[in-house]
T-cell receptor, first 112, second 115 residues
Framework: GQNIDQPTEMTATEGAIVQINCTYQ??????LFWYQQHAGEAPTFLSY????GLEEKGRFSSFLSRSKGYSYLLLKELQMKDSASYLC?????????????FGSGTRLQVQP | DVKVTQSSRYLVKRTGEKVFLECVQD?????MFWYRQDPGLGLRLIYF???????EKGDIPEGYSVSREKKERFSLILESASTNQTSMYLC??????????????FGPGTRLTVL
């Protein structure tokens, strides 16, 4: 089975940097995904990590430590439009289960 | 771009009715998924399918069934709707095969209310 933990809510200021953490406990591991979901909309893919280290994609970066079961999403130069929920999801090693297991999501509020 | 569409954005049904939610993807993806999303509980997997006519139970399959007669279409069926099935239902698809091909692409969601 899988257990994924994220903070429920975070608040940050426009122009600042925010780090959203995700910890997971899995019976196996085959990749971690981050999604963004604006209120009332579908989740959209942000990033994928399978090896340890930092993956950078514009203002967004994602870090993974497999030994610690830990990931974070780093958002730089925050904009008001970044107000959304951020979902961490893990793909486990069981090839018979092609689904992802999602955390409950972190609601980020960006203030002026 | 991958496009996943769902038959309705909003749906209101009565207790005991049979409800069909339809999902179509246009990228020839092997895998399709149905989730429900409730406040504080996140996305929970109901059923998924990795091939035509194949299906696997997810974490909360009770009260639901699915059908995949064609590769591009995956239907979720509530045999007898109940009020505790009021939720946002999200369909997703992925190419499958490991790595980034496991990225799931979501439809816009159907907000179902059962009265």
């Amino acid at each position: 089975g899988q257990n994924i933990d994220q903070p429920t809510e975070m608040t940050a200021t426009e122009g600042a940097i925010v780090q959203i953490n995700c910890t997971y406990q899995t019976s196996g591991f085959n990749g971690l995904f981050w999604y963004q979901q604006h209120a009332g909309e579908a989740p959209t893919f942000l990033s994928y990590n399978v090896l340890d280290g930092l993956e950078e994609k514009g203002r967004f970066s994602s870090f993974l430590s497999r030994s610690k079961g830990y990931s974070y999403l780093l958002l730089k130069e925050l904009q008001m439009k970044d107000s959304a929920s951020y979902l961490c999801a893990v793909r486990d090693e069981d090839t018979g289960r092609r689904a992802l297991t999602f955390g409950s999501g972190t609601r980020l509020q960006v203030q002026p | 771009d991958v496009k996943v569409t769902q038959s309705s954005r909003y749906l209101v049904k009565r207790t005991g009715e049979k409800v069909f939610l339809e999902c179509v993807q246009d990228m020839d993806h092997e895998n399709m998924f149905w989730y429900r999303q409730d406040p504080g509980l996140g996305l929970r997997l109901i059923y998924f399918s990795y091939d035509v006519k194949m299906k696997e139970k997810g974490d909360i399959p009770e009260g639901y069934s699915v059908s995949r007669e064609k590769k591009e279409r995956f239907s979720l069926i509530l045999e007898s709707a109940s009020t505790n099935q009021t939720s946002m239902y999200l369909c997703a698809s992925s190419l499958g095969g490991g790595g980034t091909t496991d990225t799931q692409y979501f439809g816009p969601g159907t907000r179902l209310t059962v009265l």
